[in-house]
């Protein structure tokens, strides 16, 4: 397939991972997890509403007065982006959010582009080719790139900041490398690891002027974007950071532990099926004397995440365009028998047999449809502060619910998921609306509250989408339910 001339075109290869990449944009609403939108798009945007979600601030009542380590970086400059679209005049949560994805979309061109060139330089056109396409179309990739992912939307300014370092040796070059990668490092403190695998490399290298400058780079970024910016917030520097490292001693350890030690590996090489995983595996090992200014730095951070005891498969997102490059260039190193070049072909086939199918799914899925639906539904009605019983006693539990889609940051949920609660959780409580989840012994719910609101009437019903259905069959662990939501009209005098 990638052997025409046609397939080894570079414009061809950046329309294609474009085309995804806005058909992602337009049907991939929602959100992929807890992080990507209640750590960055509620916070942020609340702050645009002078509210502030999750307390972070040190003059919101409730805050605690202690930085919890979260940088403000990334979350603040979606901060700016709502602050515009605001000023504009643009406030529909929906728009904001297919701006705000065409915006990642766009950004994630970069990893594209500069994966192509990386690998050209360092191996050669066939092989950029080959990690173009893969990088372009990998199924899970017009998913997370339009998502809020910080462990993504850093890679931007990591794959050009070591573009810069393999594209030519002038000076300069180190110290604006270090620039990109210590905003990469701002986005997310981790990628400090993949930042000091580089400087590890040129330093025992005894390349000390290049150590130096993109040293300089990074902690010049780092300096600004979290000494100065935390000094304002808090009063001195680098609180959000301490915050963050002290957490991770005292906690950290205990979050989500797992004993997968070989997690990472697995989700790296799952990511590309089986049995082209394997053999981009078998690559990235061989690659690691050849190529070792990328093969440390991406080892280095894969191994400090593999150490640490919370484990979680995102985390290892950062450095997937950098395992895929490596992989490929390093298998090409030892694919000179003709056996070996045949299990490539074969396995390049069945990858892209299996990717595309997923990749239909991954680029049009509606992610927490239900929520989304739900919370947009209330968006502009006539009720203030909203009062909302979520009623989940059927499955004994309910979901997050993203109030930035109602944009009413001062609506007041209370939760019913066990059936020896009250009705109304709190007998003098009372409730603007109803939010059943599930369909199970649906109508003897809703019977049970009509005895308690005798006008209450049907507003909306909230499906989930496809993808989120076969989710919760494939593991019931998934919360991607069925939502009704009615609407009690009880008198508010």
């Given amino acids: ?170 000076l300069g070059n180190f110290l604006i490398s270090g620039l990109f990668i210590g905003m990469a490092v701002s986005f997310r403190y981790q990628i400090g690891v993949f930042a000091l695998g580089i400087a590890a490399y040129y330093f025992f290298k005894w390349q000390f002027k290049p150590f130096l400058l993109f040293s300089i780079g990074v902690l010049i970024v780092f300096g600004l974007t979290q000494g100065l910016v935390d000094y304002f917030i808090w009063g001195y520097p680098f609180a959000e950071f301490i915050g963050y490292v002290t957490y991770n001693m005292k906690e950290g350890t205990g979050y989500l532990p797992n004993q997968n030690y070989f997690m990472y590996f697995i989700v790296l090489m799952g990511s590309l099926f089986v049995p082209l995983g394997i053999l981009v595996m078998v690559g990235f090992f061989k690659s690691y004397k050849k190529y070792a200014l990328l093969f440390i ?78 919370m947009y539904h209330l968006y502009n009605n006539s009720i203030d502060k909203e009062a909302i019983l979520l009623e989940g006693s059927a499955d004994g539990r309910t979901s997050m619910m993203p109030k930035f889609y109602a944009k009413s940051w001062y609506c007041n949920f209370s939760e019913r998921i066990d059936t020896t609660q009250h009705l109304l959780v709190n007998p003098i409580s009372q409730y603007d609306y109803i939010f059943f989840f599930d369909e199970k012994d649906l109508q003897k719910r809703i019977q049970q509250y009509k005895t308690i609101y005798p006008k209450m009437t049907l507003d909306k019903k909230c499906e989930p989408s496809l993808v989120d259905k076969l989710l919760r069959d494939l593991n019931p662990r998934n919360a991607n339910e069925y939502i009704e939501i009615w609407k009690t009209n009880r008198s508010r005098n």
């Fill in 297 to 374: 730095p991406t080892l280095a951070f894969i191994l400090f995440h593999t150490l640490y005891p919370n484990r979680q498969e995102r985390f290892v997102l950062s450095v997937l365009p950098f395992f895929i490059i490596l992989g490929v260039m390093g298998y090409q190193l030892f694919k000179e028998s003709k056996t070996r070049e045949n299990l490539w072909k074969i396995s390049m086939i069945a990858f892209w047999v299996l990717n595309i199918p997923f990749l239909f799914f991954s680029m049009t899925m509606y992610s927490k449809k239900s929520r989304v639906e739900a």
């Fill in 1 to 170: 397939m990638l052997q025409s001339e046609r397939f080894q075109s570079y414009k061809l290869i950046l329309f294609v991972a474009l085309f995804v990449r806005l058909i992602a944009t337009i049907f991939s609403q929602g959100y992929g997890m807890h992080d990507d939108h209640y750590l960055i798009i509620e916070a942020s945007a609340s702050w645009v509403d002078g509210y502030d979600y999750n307390r972070w601030l040190p003059w919101t009542e409730g805050s605690g007065g202690t930085p919890e380590g979260h940088s403000f970086t990334y979350v603040g400059l979606n901060y700016v982006y709502f602050s515009i679209m605001k000023f504009i005049g643009v406030v529909d949560p929906k728009i904001l959010m297919l701006v705000n994805r065409l915006i990642h979309a766009l950004a994630s061109m970069v990893v594209v582009i500069y994966g192509i060139k990386i690998t050209e330089k360092l191996s050669n056109k066939e092989t950029a080719t080959k990690v173009g396409w893969i990088l372009a179309l990998l199924w899970i990739m017009p998913f997370i790139s339009v998502r809020n992912l910080v462990e993504v939307a850093a890679l931007p300014f990591l794959i050009y900041g070591v573009w810069l370092l393999i594209k030519n040796e002038k």
